[in-house]
């Protein structure tokens, strides 16, 4: 899922009943999204068949 206005996306999805994954290796805030250098700023998710998806900041 691409977004430009990711942390709203994330609090859908979250209100909807997401459930965000964590990862240790990675600094993620209270919503669960990594703003670490070198990348867009990106949160983790599973699908319903375990498939791990992603939302994260385009532009």
Sequence with gaps: MLSTE???????????GVAFERYDQF????KGIS???GGPPIAWF???AGNVL??????
Excluded at 6 to 16: E, M, N, Q, T, Y
Excluded at 27 to 30: D, P, T, V, W, Y
Excluded at 54 to 59: D, F
């Design 54 to 59: 992603s939302v994260l900041e385009v532009g």
């Design 6 to 16: 990711k942390p709203l996306a994330v609090d859908d999805l979250s209100a909807r």
């Design 46 to 48: 599973k699908d319903p």
């Design 27 to 30: 600094g993620q805030n209270e």
């Design 35 to 37: 703003r670490d250098e």
